[in-house]
């Protein structure tokens, strides 16, 4: 699996993480492992995951982390997370 995680400001993307698992993992580990990972690599706090984030990444493996999924204050307006490979 590939999730590939940007950050956006405007219509200007700031950074980019590719994180790859190929373990045995179930989706659902492998993507939380990928935020995990993604937040420790940008030293971004962990994003809650409100129901219209699971609903969205459930239809269309893309959902987007805005200030309403974090405790603290964010520089950017929404960090995407998007499955661009499963196993």
């Known amino acids: ?3 590939w995680a940007r950050q956006f400001k405007e219509t200007h993307m700031l950074c980019d ?3 790859e698992d190929y ?3 179930t989706r659902t580990h492998k993507v939380f492992a ?3 990972e ?3 690599r940008m ?3 962990q994003p809650a995951w409100l129901e219209c984030n699971k609903k969205e990444f459930k239809r269309s493996a893309v959902t987007r982390f805005t200030q309403d999924s974090f405790i603290e204050e964010i520089p950017f307006d929404y960090l995407e ?3 661009i490979e499963e196993d």
């Open 81 to 83: 997370l998007r499955i």
């Open 34 to 36: 990928a935020v995990a």
């Open 23 to 25: 373990s045995n993992d």
């Open 43 to 45: 030293d971004l706090p």
């Open 38 to 40: 993604v937040c420790r």
């Open 17 to 19: 993480e590719l994180i």
């Open 1 to 3: 699996m590939r999730i």
